[in-house]
């Protein structure tokens, strides 16, 4: 809950996104965690581990999505 709360305030950086999605994806949220390390991933700050993880976890999530 703290994570989501520090994502939603105003000039969150893509850590904060990124880390929301590490929990999601532990949660097995996977639809919600790919939304957040994409969000992650678009920001300013991103760094090359948070591009390539959004891109596997928008597949992943693909996916699953596939396979229900």
């Known amino acids: 809950k703290l994570l989501e ?7 969150a950086p893509a850590r904060a996104w990124y880390n ?3 929990a999601y994806e532990r949660a097995g949220r996977f639809d919600t965690a790919a ?3 994409g969000r992650a991933a678009q920001m300013p700050d991103a760094d090359s581990q948070m591009q390539q993880t959004a891109q596997g976890a928008k597949a992943l ?3 699953v999505n596939t396979n229900q």
């Open 5 to 11: 709360t520090s994502t939603h305030r105003r000039n």
């Open 61 to 63: 999530s693909i996916q």
């Open 35 to 37: 939304t957040s390390f």
């Open 20 to 22: 929301l999605g590490v």
